[in-house]
């Protein structure tokens, strides 16, 4: 069974720039969510989704932050316009069911913003 | 106050020593879990309890719901156990501790 995918692995982009970030979970996981690491501090819950609707984006920092899940499958995650303070990990995980059942974890977008 | 603390922060142990993780929480929860993360790695779900204690190879992990307390002990440590372990719990939402870095010299 594949894992969840998260593409690319690394990113370096400028201030102002436009940056998309995929996640592509376990096939069949209705849930999927996004949560990021900046330096130093603990991993954030920034959103979930059930199958293509948003469940919770209470995490989501600002509104340069936009996440969509079209047809319930793969998850996108766009900085526009990038700041410095948002370089760090990105991580997808999916579940079957919310609270229930495993979490399965992407590797991770090393997103550096310069 | 983070919603989940972990100690030690940093863990240095010799091989073969019997290692513990501590997590305390002070969120309702459905679930609890133990995630480990190695070196530019991804992150791996190594268990997720609602009670009680699970055991997966060396490694075992307890939960106290009414302490809102777990740990996390690798017996007979290994250098391959290097990583940084992460608690995590499942309530409204996930809160994710800082995690416990861990380094296991040969």
């Known amino acids: 069974e594949a894992g969840v995918t998260q593409f690319p692995s690394h990113s370096v982009i400028e201030k102002g720039q436009t940056v998309t970030l995929r996640c592509d979970p376990i096939?069949?996981?209705?849930?999927l969510y996004w949560y990021r690491r900046v330096m130093g501090k603990e991993i954030k819950f920034l959103l979930h989704?059930?199958?293509?609707?948003?469940?919770?984006e209470s995490g989501m920092p600002n509104n340069r932050f936009l996440a969509e899940r079209t047809g319930g499958t793969y998850s996108t995650l766009k900085v526009q316009p990038a700041e410095l303070e948002d370089s760090g990990v990105y991580f997808c995980?999916?579940?079957?069911?919310?609270?229930?059942?495993?979490?399965?974890f992407g590797s991770g977008t090393r997103l550096t913003v310069v | 106050k983070n919603e989940v603390e972990q100690s030690p922060q940093n863990l240095t142990a010799q091989e073969g020593e019997f290692i513990t993780i501590n997590c305390s929480y002070s969120?309702?929860?459905?679930?609890l879990h133990w995630l480990q993360q190695h070196p530019g790695g991804g992150i791996v779900s190594l268990f997720m309890l609602s009670s009680g204690k699970k055991k997966h190879g060396r490694l075992i992990a307890t939960i106290n719901i009414q302490e809102k307390h777990s740990s996390l002990h690798i017996t007979a440590s290994h250098p391959r156990d290097s990583a940084v372990y992460i608690c995590?719990?499942?309530?409204?939402?996930?809160?994710f501790g800082t995690g416990t870095s861990l380094t296991v010299i040969p």
């Open positions: 995980a999916s579940s079957q069911g919310y609270g229930v059942g495993g979490y399965t």
């Open positions: 096939s069949g996981h209705d849930n």
């Open positions: 995590a719990v499942t309530g409204n939402q996930f809160y």
């Open positions: 969120v309702g929860i459905s679930a």
């Open positions: 989704f059930v199958k293509e609707s948003k469940q919770d």
